[in-house]
């Protein structure tokens, strides 16, 4: 099976495309204070949580993307130590590539400076 196959295989049943990053952004449950925690993987309708906070199904939280205000996201999915969420209302498509750019400049001044 070719990479690309691989691909379309496993992006069947998801809205949007989703991009490997490694952001670090703040979580909260409602009513409980903001920790930093980070995400993996991000798409215009959802991101996969590494976290150790414990996260239930369908809980809902609120999570800060570095430069935005927070904004509030169901849990879908959990295993062990991290959490696939969809946020309540998608990303503008600008926002998106905002914020995967950051994520990208971000990364590569890390690996300039190891």
Known sequence: M???QSQQIERKGRMAERRHVMISVKVR???ESWFVSRIAD????GFRLQ???RLQVGAELWIM???FEGRRARVQ???AHEAG???ERPLHPAIWD???RKALTAEAQGSAGR
Not at 42 to 45: A, D, E, V, Y
């Open 85 to 87: 969420c969809t946020f």
């Open 42 to 45: 991000l798409s215009i309708t």
């Open 77 to 79: 999915w959990t295993r």
């Open 98 to 100: 905002h914020i995967l």
């Open 29 to 31: 449950r409602p009513g």
């Open 51 to 53: 976290s150790f906070m």
């Open 2 to 4: 070719s990479a690309e």
């Open 65 to 67: 993307l570095p430069g």
